[in-house]
Structure formats: structure tokens, C-alpha cells
Nanobody, 123 residues
Framework: QLQLVESGGGLVQPGGSLRLSCAAS????????IGWFRQAPGKEREGVSC????????YYADSVKGRFTISRDNAKNTGYLQMNNLKPEDTAIYYC????????????????WGRGTQVTVSS
């Protein structure tokens, strides 16, 4: 059974940085495109970034472009989201998930979400 475990969230001041990890188990992550999503209370889940299986294609939502960098280490079966210059509006629970493609905004393949990792940006 596929399982993705997010980690790396926490409390950070505006302008700070966090690196989120997405560790896969039960399947080979290199066979999948990866999307990062976030959801704040009262808001719909939004796709913020994705990376294709090969790493050749990436996407960033306008709200995070220039601040976030997505990457993957297939040898470690892990994806990453480096978040720099964090803003209070980045506060949300962040999730990773397999997606159909990374030709634009990510679309999850399944409706099974893990616990995510909480990112709180506050002074």
C-alpha cells in the first residue's frame, strides 16, 4: 500500500525558511510525478508545486514562485519542498501526493491524504 509521510513543518518567523520532506514507502516514488498541496482552515486545498518523475518538468503557483523550490531524490525515495522567504499567508497544512502529470497545476491521482505537516509563519 502506498504511503507518503510529510515532515519538516514547524513554526517560523516571516522571512524564514523550512524544508519539507515527502518520504514514500510501499512503492517506488521515482515512477510517479509528485505534487505539493496546502490547505488552510476554511480554504480549499490548493496545488503549490509539482515535479515530474524524471525531474525534467516543474511547476510553481504564482503565490510561491521564486520562493519555493521543489526537488526529489529518487535514490532515497523522497521528495522535497524548500520554502524560503516565508510569509504568514503560507501558513497551512502541507501535503504531498502522486499526481497525474506536471504540465501545469498538480492534480492528485487519489483522494487519500496523509496527515500532512503543519507550517505556521508568525512573528
Amino acid at each position: 500500500q502506498l504511503q507518503l509521510v510529510e515532515s519538516g513543518g514547524g513554526l517560523v518567523q516571516p522571512g524564514g525558511s523550512l524544508r519539507l520532506s515527502c518520504a514514500a514507502s510501499g512503492f517506488t516514488l521515482r515512477a510517479y510525478h509528485i505534487g505539493w498541496f496546502r490547505q488552510a482552515p476554511g480554504k480549499e486545498r490548493e496545488g503549490v508545486s509539482c515535479i515530474s518523475a524524471s525531474g525534467a518538468s516543474t511547476y510553481y503557483a504564482d503565490s510561491v514562485k521564486g520562493r519555493f523550490t521543489i526537488s526529489r531524490d529518487n535514490a532515497k525515495n523522497t521528495g522535497y519542498l524548500q520554502m524560503n522567504n516565508l510569509k504568514p499567508e503560507d501558513t497551512a497544512i502541507y501535503y504531498c501526493a502522486p499526481i497525474y502529470s506536471c504540465l501545469g497545476p498538480p492534480r492528485p491521482m487519489y483522494d487519500y491524504w496523509g496527515r500532512g505537516t503543519q507550517v505556521t509563519v508568525s512573528s
